[in-house]
Every structure is written in structure tokens, then in C-alpha cells.
């Protein structure tokens, strides 16, 4: 990993960085109140390791991003597309009940 410096007072040229403060502040610091540094410590903490591990990201197919890190998104792909097949298949087996009745 390579550490580039952006121009100051200039946010495009970090956009992913900017989003993740707007982020955080919004979903994370603003909500609570924040009484001591190691309880703004704690809550981000928190936040962090639910964002990274729990929270399904949408830029990546609505996993989580350790799932992704780990190699795990094809398999939980996989998984999806057997439950969508067999949900169409109940589905059409319901309908084709519901004609015969």
C-alpha cells in the first residue's frame, strides 16, 4: 500500500475517504451522545466492526465486506440463486396446483 498525499481543501481528489467521514458521522457519532473520548472510542469500535461484518454493502452485491475479503461472495451467491430457482419452482408448482383445483 502507497500513502498519496491529495491537495488540501480539496475533497474530490478523496472522494472514498469523504465518504466514509459523512458516513460514519451520520450513521455512527451524530445519533448518540458521545460523554468521554473512550466512549466515542467504543461506539465507533462498535460501528466499525458492524460495518465491516455484519452491514450489507450494495457495491458489492449486498454482502458484507469481510465476506468479500474472505472469498466467501461466490459461494453466497451460489446460495441465492439455488433459493431464487426453488422459490420460481414452489411458485410454479403452487400455480399449476391452483389451476388443477
Not at 461506539?43 to 452485491?61: E, T
Not at 472469498?71 to 410454479?92: P, T
Amino acid at each position: 500500500m502507497k500513502h498519496v498525499r491529495t491537495s488540501p481543501y480539496y475533497p474530490q481528489s478523496n472522494g472514498k475517504i469523504e465518504r466514509w467521514h459523512r458516513t460514519i458521522k451520520s450513521e455512527c457519532i451524530r445519533p448518540g451522545v458521545l460523554l468521554s473520548l473512550d466512549d466515542a472510542r467504543e461506539v465507533v469500535g462498535k460501528y466499525i466492526h458492524q460495518y465491516n461484518n455484519v452491514r450489507l454493502n450494495s457495491a458489492i452485491g449486498y454482502i458484507a465486506p469481510i465476506d468479500k475479503l474472505e472469498g466467501r461472495d461466490k459461494q453466497i451467491f451460489r446460495e441465492r440463486d439455488e433459493k431464487l430457482e426453488a422459490a420460481r419452482e414452489a411458485r410454479r408448482i403452487k400455480r399449476q396446483q391452483q389451476k388443477a383445483a
